[in-house]
């Protein structure tokens, strides 16, 4: 049989990612878990230029995924990218092996994140997560959903392991997820829309005491009232952005 011929050789898939970074996962039922962050560029509920966020689906992003030039951003092949992700990883410390973990997010990472990506990552040894928007149909074998519902958008999920309910969204109130199964469900507080960073050299306290400040107080103390109200809910803070780490 002859070898196909270069022209109907079927390209392999290119992932774009925006950035790859090791820090501890900040929000949600995992926040404080140490996790590769691989941020996929592009969404499907804003082109994330700013002249248009006003007229988008989802108006309050706090994230740049437009491109491929953050840290080890660039277009990879599957192969490639899990390499990447495990080169992030800190080898075996102590008797303790920690199971790696990686968090896939973005933008959108449900328009990129497939089976063969997630088999690649999972022959790496990763436990992989994701944030998406819940809008588009999850591949199989992802470990952990976090789902984040926004704005009039049609949630495609039924499923998750962790609801995170950026709060208050006028058009995405908690009741209209009572059908949604998951695990936990989380309240979070909407922040300002640029990454809020408290990079003092004081004590962690005076971070944390900044970022009372640089969090849109309103909204926090809105999401404590109504966890305290429905305790089916917890409340989510961003801790990264009050320990000032990405
Ligand atoms: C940047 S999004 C990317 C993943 C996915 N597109 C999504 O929206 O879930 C990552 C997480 O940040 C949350 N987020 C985005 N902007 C926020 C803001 N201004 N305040 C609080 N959380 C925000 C999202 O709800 C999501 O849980
Ligand atoms: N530390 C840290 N935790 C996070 N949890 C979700 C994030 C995201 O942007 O998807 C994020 C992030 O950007 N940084
Ligand atoms: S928060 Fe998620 S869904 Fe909203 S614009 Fe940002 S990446 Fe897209
Ligand atoms: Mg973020």
């Known amino acids: 049989m002859p070898a196909p011929q270069s022209g109907n050789r079927t390209k392999e898939k290119r992932y774009r990612v925006k950035e790859i970074f090791y820090t501890l996962q900040g929000e949600g039922a995992q926040a404080g878990r140490p996790s590769v962050f691989c941020r ?3 969404c499907n509920l804003w082109n994330g230029r700013e002249d248009s966020r006003a007229a988008s689906i989802c108006d ?7 491109g491929t030039d953050g840290q080890l951003g660039g277009q990879y092949s599957a192969e490639a990218l899990a390499r990447q992700i495990a080169d992030l990883w800190p080898g075996a410390t102590g008797n303790k092996v920690a199971k790696p973990y990686v968090v896939c997010t973005g933008g959108e990472p449900l328009l990129q994140l497939d089976e063969p990506l997630i088999d690649a990552l999972h022959q790496q040894g990763f436990e992989v997560a994701v944030e998406t928007n819940g809008t588009l149909p999850a ?9 984040s519902p926004k704005g009039k958008s049609e949630i495609d999920l039924i499923r998750c392991d962790e609801l995170k309910l950026v709060y208050p969204q006028p058009d995405a109130m908690p009741e209209r997820f ?12 909407m922040a300002d829309y640029q990454p809020v960073v408290f990079a003092s050299d004081k004590g962690l306290d005076a971070q944390l005491e900044g970022a009372k400040e640089g969090l849109s107080k309103t ?3 809105k999401a404590v009232d109504f966890c305290l109200k429905h305790p089916e809910w917890k409340l989510s803070l961003q801790t990264h952005k009050m320990l000032g780490i990405e």
């Open 219 to 221: 909204n926090t103390q």
């Open 139 to 147: 591949p199989a074998g992802i470990d952990w959903i976090c789902l």
């Open 60 to 66: 309050f992003c706090d994230t740049d995924f437009v």
């Open 178 to 189: 009572d059908y949604i199964e998951a695990d936990h469900r989380y309240l979070q507080p």
């Open 40 to 42: 996929f560029s592009k």
